[in-house]
Structures are given as C-alpha cells and as structure tokens.
C-alpha cells in the first residue's frame, strides 16, 4: 500500500468522497433499497414512498417485509404491503 502513494497529493486524490443525504427520508430509502436489494428501475419509487408517506409507515412495511419474506423477491413484497396498507389506511399521507 505504501508503495502506491508517493505524495500527499496522491493519497487526497485516491480518496472517494461519499455524500451524505439531504433530509433523513433519503437516508430511510438509502436503507431500504440496500436491506430489501431494490433493482436499478424500482429506487425511483422508493423515494418517492419515502418523501411522501411518514417514516413510521415506511419502517412497518420494511418490518412486515423481512417478516412475511424471508426469501425471494422481497422488493416486490415491500411495494404490494405498501400498497395494501395505502388501501386500508386510506391514504396515509403526511
């Protein structure tokens, strides 16, 4: 490893930069599309949950989620209980 960086300018260079979210919702999403293995086409749509129903909605459905689907296609389960309880609830919105 030392053998890579020759200077300081190197080692600054090297380092990847991570940004931090904007509001906390971006940080629920950022969880749930990493926990659940939400595909490319489907992150779009999580945020958009994310940003418009409260976070305690959000964490029950990932709850229901890795409870009733242990295996599989947990993403699509996560999107058919949010759905479910947009129904039941009558719309949740904040």
């Not at 991570?18 to 939400?38: F, H, N, T």
């Not at 459905?61 to 996560?78: H, M, Q, S, V």
Request: hydrophobic share 35%; charged share 30%.
């Amino acid at each position: 490893m030392l053998d890579e960086f020759h200077s300081f300018s190197d080692i600054l260079k090297s380092r990847q930069r991570k940004k931090a979210p904007a509001y906390p919702w971006q940080d629920l999403a950022l969880r749930i599309v990493d926990e659940l293995s939400i595909p490319p086409f489907k992150k779009s749509a999580v945020f958009k949950i994310c940003k418009e129903y409260p976070p305690h909605f959000i964490e029950t459905a990932l709850n229901d989620t890795k409870e009733l689907c242990p295996a599989g296609a947990k993403w699509k389960y996560f999107f058919k209980i949010i759905e479910n309880q947009q129904n039941k609830n009558n719309d949740p919105k904040k």
